[in-house]
Structure formats: C-alpha cells, structure tokens
C-alpha cells in the first residue's frame, strides 16, 4: 500500500541503555516503531475516515522527522526539566516494603508538573504541533488530567486549546472544568452517546475532520489511529528509560524483578514497559475491575485503533465504570494487546474495594497520597505479596503515575 | 494489495447507470435501521418514490463519521434494543411486499468497522448477500486497511463502495476509483454527516478528480439538505445520498407517508432540472 511515509529513519533509539549490569533478553523486536502502518503484531493500524488519512500521514512524517531531529529531542528535553521537573526521583517505600516483606520502589510521576505523568506527551506533541504550524490543539479528556496538561501545554507555548469532554465528566469534575479554563482553554461539553470519555474521543476525531488544516489532535494516551499509539509511548518512554537507569544505581541486580504499572489506555505503563521489555522483569498491567478492556474485553475497532475493546457479542462498545474516571475507558492501546497476547507482559485487575485499601496504606505508610488511578498499581503489588504471588524479598518498581490531590473529594464521599 | 476483478456489475451500479443513460440523477436516500418498530417502512416509502438505491444504516455505538443526527438516530435504534442478525432478518424476511429486499430497489448497507470485524468479514457480507442487500459502505475503514473487507464483499458478491474526501491525494483518488464497485462515494466537504444550508464549492474539484479515474457513477453525500442542493451538486455529479436531512425528519415524528412525501420531493426537483447543459 501506498503511503507518503517509508521504513523509519536510523535514528538512534529512544530508551538509553544503561550499564553492564543489567540482564538483556534476546528479543529486542518488541515495542520498536510499528513501521507505516502502524502495526504491533496484530493490532493498531489506522481505522479513519478518507477525510483523516492526509491528517495521519501528515502528523507521523512530522513525527519522523522531529524524533530524528537532535534540535527537536533536546528542546523537549530541556523543557521536560526546567518546566515539567524531570527527571522524576524513584523513591524506596521503606515502611510499606516491611510491611508487604518486598523490597519496593516508586517512580513518582505524581511530582511531575500538573501532578501526573500526561504532561510528558503532551509538551512532547504541542512541541511538534507548533512545529508543524498549528495554532490550535484539540483535547479529549475524561477526568480531566490530560485535559488539563493540554491546556498547561498550551499555555506555555501560545496555542489555542479546546478540550472536549463528556457532559457526566464536566459535573464529575467541575474542579478540573475550572483549571482549564483558568489556563485559557475553552471546554466543551459533549452530550452524545454516554456522555463520557469514549463519547469525548468521538467528538474530538469529529472536531479534528473539520478543522484539520488549523488544529492538531493531541492524543492522551497510547491509542488512536497511528502514529499515535507509537508516538504516545515514545514520549511517555522517558519514565521507563529514567527508571531503568535510576534502578541500575539503586538494585545490586540492575533491574526489578517485577515492574508494575496501572493501565486505562496504557499510556504510563507503556511508557514504563518500555524502559524494561528487554530484561528479564516481570511485566504486570493493572486494570480497573470495571474497565478492563485486556481481561474482559475482544478484539475490535474503536477511535481508529484495532486492539482489546470491551463490548458486545453484537459489536456495540460497552461502557467502562470504575472508582477511578481515569481508567473509564473501553478499550486500550494496540500495543498493550500485543504485550499481552504474547505473553510478554501480564494483565490483571484491581477492584474499587482494593484500590481505596491501597490508596490509604501509602498515605499512612509513606506519606503520599497517590491518585486512585495509580493505586490500582499498588492494590495487585499488596494482593501480590499477601497471596505470595510477589516472593518474599522481591525487588519491585511501580509506577505512580499521579497524585491523589484531585480525588480527595470523592475519597471523602467513599472513606466516610 | 490484490488487483481488482473483472466482473459483470451489480445491482447498485446497474440501477445507477440505467438513470445515468437516461439522462437523469440518481437519488439515495438513507433510512437508520431499527429506528422506529416500523423502520422497514420507511425503506419501502423510499423504494416506492423514485429511490435508485437505498442506503441503511446499522447502528454503531460511537459512530465517529456522523453528526447529531444520525447519531440520534442510531442511538435511538440501539435504545430500542436493535441487533444485527434481527434487523438483516427484517429485511430480508419474505411476505408479498413486506420486506424492504423484496422491492426490486437494490440497497446498500453502512455501518462501522467494529460491526464488521465483529461478526467477521466473511460472515457479515454474506450475511448481508443473504438479506438481499447488494452493497457495503464502511466509512471507517480506509484504503490502507481495506483489504481483508475487500476480499469478503467479492467473495460474497457484494459491490464495496469506497469513498473519497476532498483532502483525498491524487494518487489515492485512482486507487479508490479502480477498487470501488457500485458506485464512487464523493464526500461533499470535510465534517461529518449533517444537515447544512449550503454545499462546499470544493465538491466540484472533487467530483472531477474522481472522474479522471473512472467511468463509475459518482454520488455526493454529507449535507445534502434541500431539492435545491441536490439538484446543485448533481451538476458535477451523478446524484446524491440524503441520510440527515431525512432522519432529521423521523426523529421528529414523520410517518413513512411524510417520508415519502420528502423523498418525492427530491426526485421531482432532479427529474425537473434539464441536465444537458450540464457539466
């Protein structure tokens, strides 16, 4: 099939290689560029409209050229530390790794700028969108996390930012409703389908058809139609590539033995995977018990994407629905699929009931209030180490991939 | 990517080329399916008033193409409980008259990918052949990933009709020309499907560089709103799928008699419009 962009330039790869003392596994073919049409084994692709093809071929061949581009790399580089505050320290959980009999390590992207990981790929692609001439950025947003670092991203570099989001969303989380607007972003309530992040995704693809000459899609997680998925993971691979250095100075074996990381589109825990596919650790993705798209979900084509979907026998996507608005989405990136359809990586869930234990067990014990997203990370690691699933004296890196400040109302509502 | 098969047209393209030999402009309504408990009425009300073909739409839960109207009309279907297999089954079901497959009209149906793969490529087209339905329109699946879609519809002897944008690039234009089959699905401006006062000016450059490629028949759609609109574009093209305009109307409560009252409407407005000084 034609298409304006060939084989990937040899540029060098983004995930630094750290010391010798790390344990490489023969496989390096996994969670590489995907090649023009976006394929990781089976899954992803580009599922568009005609109308939306230029748009993507557009996008990855500025992508292409922006990855390869040393100007390009070391501005997003030096933004992510003066303005974003990488790197993101790993810290040891003393008193909770006694505790569980584990020896456990978090990589706190709750300390990042805007209090979650989704500022990392979103300065990644407002970089490139200004690079690309757009005056605007679209947005879909769920609970609104990305919402807001879009808006953030926008503010710092001078661009128009309209985030569409779900009419239920908006009143779920009027505090997030009022920061973008505070940052300069305009709102939009989407009032179709369920009225949620699925629906906000839908419109937000309607937008970027008719407004493609002007507007940028930034993209939230490690989905869409590519090169999204890819180019998603290769902003957020900055927390994996970190770890995996941060981790060499901090585990006399180099690596963890087991890395976790909660997944809703999978955008931290691919961007943690990614630093670690080529060792010999044990991967495990952490679904909500309600969203969970790897475990309960099929194969299907959703937002222009062909991965894990949660829905019908009919083909009508079903609904996500959990404590953590973040992890409400029925589907997950392509490239998880893949992870998990080889076996590379493990997917399991976390219910509501466990992630309010864990969310309460690492503020008591560490200090740290972590967002109920990020605890589904923790909820597995505590059910782990009790069923002895996790061995005694296990080293494990987690990813917290954001604080909790944002859920400390509704934490009130569901602890009273 | 395989190299297009030779074969005699069908019932799509027959149906259009006859109006196109005649002189005259093709007319598509589309009608959601299992939008009301008596939808298929409504196909028939199109069929019986000058439709020469009729697109039906199965619903999809996000359907990222369309605008507030069809997303109505979809949602509203789903809301009703509407599957796949029982609304092929309405269509095809025998009875003198009854079924909208029974009315000599060939119809086309559009839905999403997901419906599709879902059900599998081959199971679904010949699911479709098996309802009498003779063509397939799937919006969501371009070009680059057509293939699978491509060898099912043939092998099930459905006419896949593929549509270009006006952000279409040449190259791609001759491709979607030479695989489409039935007709050429030229989208009238870059938005999703709705009611709009007036049609994009880019729709001529469109249709032209459709042309240049194939002798198809080539139709416009998304927006298509008014007689007086259609009767605009089929200047350059050779007729038009009204979708919005019409489920605008049925969400609103029109009968399949008002329905055809619209339909009526457009066929009069383009048989009345003498085309030989056009294009």
Known sequence: ?416 | MTSPVLSAPGAVQQSLLRRRAAGGKSLVPFVTAGITPDWTAYVRACAEHGADAIEIGLPFSDPMLDGPVIQAASGQALARGARIADLLEEIGASGPGAAPGSTGVPLIVMTYSNIVRRHGDEAFCHALAAAGIGGLIVPDTPLDEIEPLLAASRAAGLELILLVAPSTKPHRVSRIAELSSGFVYAVSNMGVTGVRDAVSDTVQRTVDGVRQHTSLPVLVGFGISSPAQAVEVSRHADGVVVASALMRDVLAGASPADLAATVSSFRTALDGTDWSAAR
Request: net charge negative.
């Open chain 1, 1 to 416: 099939m034609n298409s304006s962009s060939g084989p990937s330039p040899a540029v060098p790869a983004p995930i630094e290689q750290p010391g010798t003392s790390t344990l490489l596994t023969a496989d390096r073919s996994v969670m590489t560029d995907p090649g023009a049409l976006g394929r990781f084994g089976g899954f992803g692709g580009r599922y568009v409209p005609e109308a939306l093809i230029p748009a993507c071929e557009e996008l990855e061949a500025a992508y292409r050229e922006a990855r390869a581009d040393p100007s390009f790399q070391s501005e997003l580089t030096q933004t992510l530390q003066v303005y974003a505050g990488r790197p993101t320290p790993v810290t040891p959980a003393a008193r909770l790794s006694q505790e569980l009999g584990i020896n456990l390590l978090l990589k706190r992207e709750d300390l990042a700028h805007t209090g979650s990981h989704k500022i990392n790929n979103v300065i990644g692609q407002a970089l490139l969108a200004r690079r690309m001439g757009k005056q605007r950025l679209l947005a879909e947003t769920g609970a609104g996390q990305h919402g807001v670092a879009t808006a953030t991203a926008g503010a710092l570099l001078g661009l128009d930012v309209t985030v569409y989001m779900g009419e239920v969303d908006t009143q779920r989380q009027q505090l997030n409703v009022f920061r973008m607007e505070l940052l300069g972003a305009t709102v939009v309530p989407v009032t179709s389908g369920s009225r949620t992040l699925k629906d906000a995704c839908s419109e937000a693809l309607r937008q970027w058809v008719s407004q493609v000459d002007e507007a940028y899609y930034c993209l939230g997680s490690v989905m869409g139609p590519h090169p999204y998925p890819w180019m998603v993971r290769e902003f957020q691979s900055v927390i994996g590539s970190e770890a995996r250095g941060q981790c060499a100075g901090l585990l006399r074996r180099g690596v963890p033995d087991v890395v976790v990381a909660c997944v809703g589109g999978g955008s931290n825990a691919a961007g943690t995977f990614a630093g670690f596919v080529d060792t010999s650790a044990r991967m495990v993705g952490v679904e909500a018990a309600g969203g969970a798209a790897m475990t309960d979900g099929s194969p299907g084509i959703l937002h222009g994407f062909y991965s894990q979907v949660l829905q019908d026998d009919d083909g009508q996507v079903r609904e996500a629905h959990s404590i953590s608005a973040g992890l409400d989405y029925p589907g997950v990136g392509p490239e998880h699929a893949s992870l998990g359809s080889s076996g590379r990586v493990e997917y399991t869930t976390a219910t509501d009931e466990q992630v309010l234990e864990a969310v309460v067990l690492l503020a008591r014990s560490e200090g740290i209030l972590a967002a109920l997203e990020s605890a589904h990370a923790l909820a597995w690691i505590i059910q782990a180490a009790r069923s002895g699933d996790l061995a005694a004296g296990s080293t494990v890196l987690m990813t917290l991939s954001g604080r909790g400040d944002k859920d400390a109302s509704q934490l009130m509502g569901l602890l009273a």
